[in-house]
């Protein structure tokens, strides 16, 4: 299973990282041997901004990075027109040399969020499902509404489309037959309802399978997991790595960890991580030597 990071956007003060941080944040992550560098579309959060725009933070993170996948867990597609959001998607699939990722969806859980940009929420999952229509003709070449973005050569098609959806028979099916693969949320489900999901993506001929906004501390006490609460490695390494092969038992092919604060753990509240974090992170689990990223040949990124 590959092991990604959620990297923060602030300093321990609470000020923002500057460009040169969060490139050297991603380096960290890559050269501890991780697999995949994410962030997350909080755009909106309790009546107030939060979030950095996590289109401009992948950017630089491929930017400060040379072989890891870097991604987005899960982009808000209903709040941003669609025409512009292909060309920035296509974009940074160029610039990170196939190494991007955007994990898409309805944005269902905040409500706020659409209103602030006069969106409609109680359709948004149409609003999705039409935005991802045109983004994907237009990542094709094709004319959408008299607007036609000629893509990059080699860059055709644009990046990896994975779905963030909760395990709806509807979605799973919409994941595989319309996407590269299917996201799921450690934070906001449990155990027994990530199995259930992941069986049925499977036996509907799922392909990648990811968990994402897992939360990590492993300076926490080590105690077993809570079958009805939130799956956390909010515990000890060892019962850590017994909750990683678990995920692994189960099919996942990725997941994303969150560093927090045991104690501050329900407010999702992320802190920084170091060198020595990150290490040991990786001796939870063998480093699995497959890749979900297919970077351009050296003659599509010198076209590109």
């Known amino acids: 299973m590959r092991i990604g990071v959620d990297v923060p956007p602030l300093r321990e003060d609470g000020t923002l990282l500057d460009a040169k941080e969060l490139m050297a944040k991603a380096r960290m992550i890559e050269d501890a041997g991780l697999d995949g560098i994410w962030t997350g579309d909080a755009s909106y959060y309790r009546g107030q901004y939060t979030e950095v725009d996590p289109l401009q933070w992948s950017v630089i993170a491929a930017a400060g990075t040379e072989h890891i996948e870097v991604g987005l867990t899960v982009l808000q597609v209903p709040l941003r027109e669609p025409v512009d959001l292909a060309q920035r998607l296509l974009t940074i699939h160029a610039l990170a040399n196939g190494r991007f990722t955007a994990g898409v969806g309805a944005g269902s859980t905040l409500r706020g969020a659409f209103e602030a940009v006069h969106v409609d929420y109680e359709n948004r999952f149409k609003i999705f499902h039409s935005h991802m229509d045109k983004i994907r003709r237009l990542l094709n070449g094709e004319e959408v509404d008299e607007a036609v973005i000629p893509p990059f050569p080699g860059t055709e098609g644009g990046p990896r489309?994975?779905?963030?959806?909760?395990?709806?028979?509807?979605?799973?099916?919409?994941?595989?037959?319309?996407?590269?693969?299917?996201?799921?949320?450690?934070?906001?489900?449990?155990?027994?309802?990530?199995?259930?999901?992941?069986?049925?993506?499977?036996?509907?001929?799922?392909?990648?399978?990811?968990?994402?906004?897992?939360?990590?501390?492993?300076?926490?006490?080590?105690?077993?997991?809570?079958?009805?609460?939130?799956?956390?490695?909010?515990?000890?390494?060892?019962?850590?790595?017994?909750?990683?092969?678990?995920?692994?038992?189960?099919?996942?092919?990725?997941?994303?960890?969150?560093?927090?604060?045991r104690n501050e753990a329900a407010s999702h509240r992320r802190r920084n991580f170091t060198a020595e974090d990150l290490e040991q992170i990786r001796s939870l689990l063998p480093k699995d030597p497959t890749s979900a990223v297919r970077p351009l040949t050296t003659a599509e990124a010198s076209a590109a």
Not at 167 to 189: E, F, I, K, N, Q
Request: proline share 4%.
């Open 161 to 261: 489309f994975v779905l963030g959806a909760w395990s709806s028979p509807v979605s799973l099916r919409r994941a595989v037959r319309d996407y590269d693969g299917w996201m799921s949320s450690s934070g906001l489900t449990n155990i027994k309802v990530m199995a259930d999901g992941i069986k049925s993506y499977r036996d509907l001929g799922g392909t990648r399978a990811m968990t994402t906004t897992c939360r990590i501390d492993l300076s926490a006490p080590d105690e077993k997991l809570d079958e009805d609460g939130p799956f956390t490695l909010i515990c000890g390494p060892q019962e850590a790595a017994e909750r990683l092969n678990r995920l692994v038992e189960l099919g996942f092919d990725d997941v994303c960890l969150r560093f927090v604060d």
